[in-house]
């Protein structure tokens, strides 16, 4: 069973920068397709960004294209999403999800969730 477990998380201002990380155990983590993924009060869980676990390929909301950016180092089971220029809608929890796809695959819809880390932007 693969776990995930979210970290990064904080306190910041509208305009700054926050990297969030999930590290996975429990499985083979180069083989997965992730994604991060975020809910805020009041709201419905939304898609965030995903990345391929093979070529890289990677897929962003609409949201945050220009100003989010994933990675992934399968070298030590982590996922990473960059986050510049933040905006006081994006507070929210954030979550990591993972799922098993073809290695040139992103997706929106995922098997395997973290617990989330908040992430709190004051404007």
């Known amino acids: 069973q693969l776990q995930l477990v979210e970290s990064g998380g904080g306190l910041v201002q509208a305009g700054d920068s926050l990297r969030l990380s999930c590290t996975a155990s429990?499985?083979?983590?180069?083989?997965?397709?992730m994604g991060w993924f975020r809910q805020a009060p009041g709201k419905e869980r939304e898609f965030v960004a995903a990345?391929?676990?093979?070529?890289?390929?990677?897929d962003y909301a609409d949201s945050v294209k220009g100003r989010f950016t994933i990675s992934r180092d399968n070298a030590k089971n982590t996922v990473y999403l960059q986050m510049n220029s933040l905006k006081f809608e994006d507070t929210a929890v954030y979550y990591c999800?993972?799922?098993?796809?073809?290695?040139?695959?992103?997706?929106?819809?995922?098997?395997?969730w973290g617990q989330g880390t908040q992430v709190t932007v004051s404007s």
């Open positions: 999800a993972a799922d098993y796809r073809g290695p040139d695959a992103t997706s929106r819809e995922y098997t395997y």
């Open positions: 429990g499985g083979t983590f180069s083989r997965y397709t």
């Open positions: 990345i391929s676990w093979s070529n890289g390929n990677t």
